[in-house]
């Protein structure tokens, strides 16, 4: 089946323009993660989403990010007067709302690459 | 709050070969999951192993297998028989054990690149 999609791809722009990135979780999926990787970095955690509601937005690292989930399914990230600093591999991921193990199994997507000029 | 530490930024093994990546945490929960992934280039992440922390036996996929050690609070991958297409960013990640109906996070360490060679 279809897995996590993201677009754009790749992403090019001007210091101070917003950009919006998108996110279309597995079908079916109830929870959506973000997570930002830097160069040299790890995945750093910014927001999951349990269907529209998002309980946890401890990592968005300032009032210039934001993100939504509409009808339970896509995501959007948007950016706001974006700056050098942001540019990075912005990927999602979803996984299915059967949590008897314990866990939720993560799907990810293969990321959108944002680069601020 | 949970850290995950990985020490060695890269790592080359020969192809047929066996290569260890290392990886350390430090948490307080005491029902966890620690994985390992795998990112190609084409910057899909993939699942390459899982181990639940209540289990005392280490997890072992085909030709990936981890040395799991609560006490010292260390999780790491073996690779068996290397392969070319092997080669790629290895992510150790933590997750704490979640009640039913919520989800967790996953923190990652910062990557091994592992090359294989000829």
């Known amino acids: 089946g279809a897995g996590v999609s993201q677009s754009p791809s790749n992403k090019v722009t001007e210091k101070g323009k917003d950009v919006e990135l998108r996110c279309d979780p597995i079908s079916g999926h109830t929870a ?3 997570y930002r990787q830097s160069l040299g970095q790890g995945l750093e955690f910014l927001i999951y989403f349990q269907g529209n509601s ?3 937005k401890s990592g968005l690292p300032s009032d210039r990010f934001s993100a939504e989930r509409t009808g339970g399914s896509v995501s959007t990230l948007t950016i706001q007067r974006t700056q050098q600093e942001d540019s990075a591999v912005y990927l999602c991921a ?3 709302p059967d949590l008897l193990a314990g866990y939720n199994e993560q799907y990810f997507g293969p990321g959108t690459r944002l680069t601020v000029t | 709050a949970q ?4 020490s060695q930024p890269e790592m080359s093994v020969q192809e047929a070969e066996t290569v260890t990546l290392s990886c350390t945490y430090d ?3 005491n029902n966890y999951y620690l994985f390992w992934y795998k990112q190609p280039p084409s910057r899909q992440m993939i699942l390459v192993i899982r181990q639940e922390a209540y ?20 999780f790491s991958l073996k690779i068996s028989d290397s392969q070319l297409g092997d080669t790629a960013m290895y ?5 704490k054990h979640v009640a039913t109906g919520t989800a967790s996070k996953l923190t990652f360490g910062t990557g091994t690149r592992l090359q294989v060679t000829l």
Do not use: G, H, I
């Not at chain 2, 289990?55 to 260390?74: H, L």
């Not at chain 2, 992510?91 to 997750?95: K, L, N, P, T, V």
């Open chain 1, 32 to 34: 959506l993660y973000w």
């Open chain 1, 94 to 96: 979803s996984s299915p």
């Open chain 2, 27 to 29: 948490t307080s929960e």
């Open chain 1, 54 to 56: 998002a309980p946890d």
């Open chain 2, 91 to 95: 992510f150790c990640a933590f997750m």
């Open chain 2, 55 to 74: 289990k005392q036996q280490n997890a072992t996929e085909n030709r990936f297998s981890v040395n799991f050690q609560k006490a010292a609070k260390s």
């Open chain 2, 3 to 6: 850290t995950v530490t990985q």
